[in-house]
C-alpha cells in the first residue's frame, strides 16, 4: 500500500508564496511521473504541473514563470513552489504519483490540500 500525503497549504494574499510538499510512504519499488493537480469550488480537477523522474517539468499556462514544480527522489517528495499567487489560484491541491510496487504500477492520489488567496 502507497501514501501519498500533501502539506503547506493555507491562506495568503496576492502575490504571496506558499510551497506544498507531497510525501510517498509505503512498499514503493519506484516512483514514475509525479504531478499536482488543483480543483477550485465549482470546476473541474486540472492539472497544474507534472515532472518526470528524470526531472522534466510540465506546467499548466496559468502557472507558467509562477509555479515550480520539483522533486527529491530519496524522500519520494514532490514540491511546488508557488510564487505571485493570484485569487484564482485558490483550489485544493492535489499531488498524485505513478508508483511501482511488487504487484505492478499503479496511480496513487493524496487528499489535498487548500489553498486560499484572497485580499
Known amino acids: 500500500q502507497v501514501q501519498l500525503v500533501e502539506s503547506g497549504g493555507g491562506s495568503v494574499q496576492p502575490g504571496e508564496a506558499l510551497r506544498l510538499s507531497c510525501a510517498a510512504s509505503g512498499s514503493i519499488v519506484s516512483i514514475y511521473d509525479m504531478e499536482w493537480y488543483r480543483q477550485a469550488p465549482g470546476k473541474q480537477r486540472e492539472l497544474v504541473a507534472t515532472i518526470t523522474s528524470g526531472g522534466s517539468t510540465i506546467y499548466a499556462d496559468s502557472v507558467k514563470g509562477r509555479f515550480t514544480i520539483s522533486r527529491d527522489n530519496p524522500r519520494n517528495t514532490v514540491y511546488l513552489q508557488m510564487n505571485s499567487l493570484k485569487v484564482e489560484d485558490t483550489a485544493v491541491y492535489y499531488c498524485?504519483?505513478?508508483?511501482?510496487?511488487?504487484?505492478?504500477?499503479?496511480?496513487?492520489w493524496g487528499k489535498g490540500t487548500l489553498v486560499t488567496v484572497s485580499s
Open positions: 498524485n504519483a505513478f508508483v511501482r510496487t511488487i504487484p505492478g504500477v499503479m496511480k496513487y
